[in-house]
């Protein structure tokens, strides 16, 4: 059987074109994870979370099939064209690529502020994210020593349950709107990149803070920094028990919270 994907995402088709042997990581309803030697991540499977810069998009069907024919650890090929999932299943890969994943400086911003504050955040309050923590957070991305950005970093990511917890979904809202409206100091984009390579996380949510650093997100939040409806911050919400949500947290505070202090 030979199937064809929808579409590709950039980075999935540059580590393809590596032509790396890959293993089976993670199964999921909606797709799976497969991995190289070096720990990149390509996921394979439908856009009911969106698509991803690191993703390979495929239809219900062709999931389905996929979903039968591989199992945990299981080693995958990869040619110029198509991943052999086994010898009677293949899957081609070099299709239409996708290039809606950057996030850019826009002019929505209002918009977006507006639409994010509508939301209830309340529940972040008791907890290691209040509003308190990310505002001081936020001031030492703009304005804080080496030392001081390292060490909240090191205190948000990988903090929470499941493939991305809590913090890092919160820093990826927050990173979403710094390539919207900047306020990081490029230093301190360069540490966010070199303690990434420490494996302080899970290899999936990893995969996406190494995306964010460099602009790129899934399309349900990119589509906000120029369709900044309640509709698109809906779907947002609906991704994963609780990484939607948290997400948009950290798009509420980085567009809110912003300020010259720490008070």
Not at 27 to 49: C, M, S, W
Not at 125 to 142: H, K, M, P, S
Not at 221 to 248: M, Y
Request: some cysteine; hydrophobic content about 40%.
């Amino acid at each position: 059987m030979i199937f064809r994907a929808l579409s590709i995402g950039n980075i999935a088709q540059e580590i393809l074109e590596e032509r790396e042997t890959f293993y089976v990581h993670s199964i999921f309803n909606k797709g799976f994870n497969i991995v190289n030697h070096r720990q990149e991540l390509i996921f394979i499977g439908t856009d009911d979370n969106g698509l991803f810069p690191f993703g390979i998009q495929v239809d219900v069907q062709t999931r389905n099939q996929l979903l039968s024919k591989i199992q945990q650890q299981q080693t995958i090929k990869v040619s110029a064209n198509t991943i052999y999932i086994d010898a009677e299943c293949q899957l081609v890969w070099k299709v239409k690529q996708l290039n809606l994943f950057k996030a850019q400086v826009g002019e929505q911003l209002a918009k977006l502020r507006t639409c994010v504050a509508k939301y209830d955040f309340a529940e972040y309050e008791q907890g290691d994210f209040n509003t308190g923590y990310l505002r001081r957070f936020i001031y030492v991305l703009a304005h804080g020593s080496s030392e001081e950005v390292e060490q909240y970093y090191r205190f948000i990511i990988g903090r929470g349950q499941g493939l991305t917890p809590t913090g890092d979904d919160i820093l990826t809202g927050m990173l979403f709107v710094h390539f919207i409206n900047p306020y990081i100091r490029n230093h301190n984009l360069i540490i966010l990149k070199q303690l990434l390579r420490e494996s302080i996380t899970t290899l999936v949510s990893e995969t996406f803070l190494k995306c964010a650093q460099k602009g790129l997100f899934s399309s349900k939040i990119s589509v906000l920094q120029t369709e900044p409806t309640s509709d698109n911050i809906d779907r947002l919400i609906q991704v994963g028990s609780s990484s939607g949500k948290d997400t948009l947290y950290g798009v509420f505070v980085a567009l809110t919270l912003r300020s010259g202090t720490y008070g």
